[in-house]
């Protein structure tokens, strides 16, 4: 482990708590031993870290020098310092920490360069975003009024009409200014993800308020109707991003699944043809790779203003795009509460159509031997 924070990141706790248990009694100190104690040393000390510059303030090292095993404190002031950074480091998330500060700072540089074209995007306008029939499912706000606009060609994937021609074709513009403003100012934009080399995050350049309005309002109701197993009622952040196929763009996306509990998907136009979207069933993380069952293939022709609505544990990938340009609407709706539960509850994965099919086939394992068993008694107590 280096001082600049590049760890193994793998190899860090995923709970950081104060104090491993492994002592350093003989003075080494090893960096996976590296402690502090529960209490802190009242009678000690500690120096001023003031006059340094640090990654994390200098009060953070003040305070944390109290809890320093007693081998430690009467070192000199730079090894206690760098014990104490091994520490941080590997506590806190630092990759995470340098990575939310540095986009944060990313996304104010664009906010206040770029000049947005359709300043009507950036607030939510409901009656001018979506169709009447979305509107009034969404109003109704029942089980029945939601069914009522949704087609749900396999189990999990539904569709439904939901943008107005017209709100598509104001995103497309300001898309495209945006694209044209990267362009010619040579910002250096970074793409939705690690698939897609063409597109660009909406969150990014200001669309953020409005997108979070779009799930919480819109998507959450719908999703704690029919994805309530996936965290579908606690939907609390998003990944907001529009995706670009074409011949001269990305032309298709391998099979994946999302880093979202819901996945919104709605194209957005303009003229092309191929680029279905397929389906491969809901697998949980252990059976991500496994078969696929006939009822769980699924293709989707994309339709300009309709939105296809899955769990993002739902496989899935697009189809080349042979001719003209696809533009795509993606937000990956998540829920933390969601998320904290998993890392804590067995049997979490009902949705999995793998994990389902085990189930059944030990529940018809044990009729079997039960069966079995009965039969045998009865043969024993005949004869
Ligand atoms: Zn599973």
Not at 145 to 154: G, K, T, V, W
Not at 354 to 368: M, P
Request: glycine share 6%; with cysteine.
């Amino acid at each position: 482990m280096s001082l600049d924070g590049s760890v193994d990141r793998r190899k860090q706790p995923q709970t950081p708590s104060a104090g491993n248990g492994n002592g350093n009694r003989n003075g080494v100190v090893e960096d996976d031993k590296l402690t502090l104690g529960r209490s802190p040393n009242e009678s000690h000390k500690p120096e001023s870290y003031e006059d340094l510059k640090l990654e994390f303030s200098p009060l953070l090292f003040s305070s944390l020098e109290q809890y320093l095993p007693s081998n430690v404190l009467n070192l000199s002031r730079d090894l206690k310092l760098q014990y104490m950074r091994h520490i941080l480091v590997r506590y806190s998330p630092e990759g995470e920490r340098t990575r939310v500060q540095r986009h944060r700072e990313y996304r104010k540089k664009i906010i206040s360069n770029y000049q947005p074209l359709h300043r009507e995007l950036y607030t939510m306008h409901a009656v001018n975003f979506f169709v009447p029939s979305f509107l009034k499912a969404i109003n109704d706000n029942t089980k029945e009024s939601l069914r009522s606009i949704m087609i749900e060609p396999s189990p999990g994937v539904y569709t439904f009409e939901m943008l107005q021609p017209h709100f598509c074709e104001l995103l497309l513009s300001e898309v495209e200014n945006f694209e044209r403003w990267v362009h010619e100012t040579k910002f250096r934009i970074m793409r939705p993800n690690t698939m897609n080399k063409y597109g660009a995050v909406l969150d990014d350049f200001g669309l953020e308020t409005m997108l979070d309005k779009l799930m919480e309002d819109f998507i959450c109701p719908i999703s704690r109707v029919f994805f309530p197993e996936v965290g579908g009622s606690t939907l609390d952040s998003h990944h907001g991003f529009v995706v670009e196929y074409g011949m001269d763009r990305d032309v298709d996306l391998g099979f994946h699944v999302d880093d979202s509990e819901v996945t919104l998907n709605v194209c957005l136009g303009k003229q092309f043809s191929g680029g279905e979207l397929f389906f491969r069933g809901i697998r949980c993380d252990n059976h991500v790779h496994s078969g696929t069952e006939q009822e769980e293939i699924l293709d989707y022709s994309h339709v300009p203003g309709r939105a296809v609505l899955h769990r993002g544990r739902h496989r899935h990938g697009a189809r080349a795009t042979t001719s003209g340009r696809r533009v795509n609407l993606l937000l990956w709706c998540r829920s933390s509460v969601f998320r904290e539960l998993k890392k804590y509850q067995k049997e979490f994965s009902s949705w999995c159509g793998e994990c389902q099919r085990e189930k059944k086939e030990r529940q018809l394992l044990a009729v079997g031997a039960t069966k079995l068993e009965l039969l045998n008694r009865l043969q024993k107590s005949t004869s």
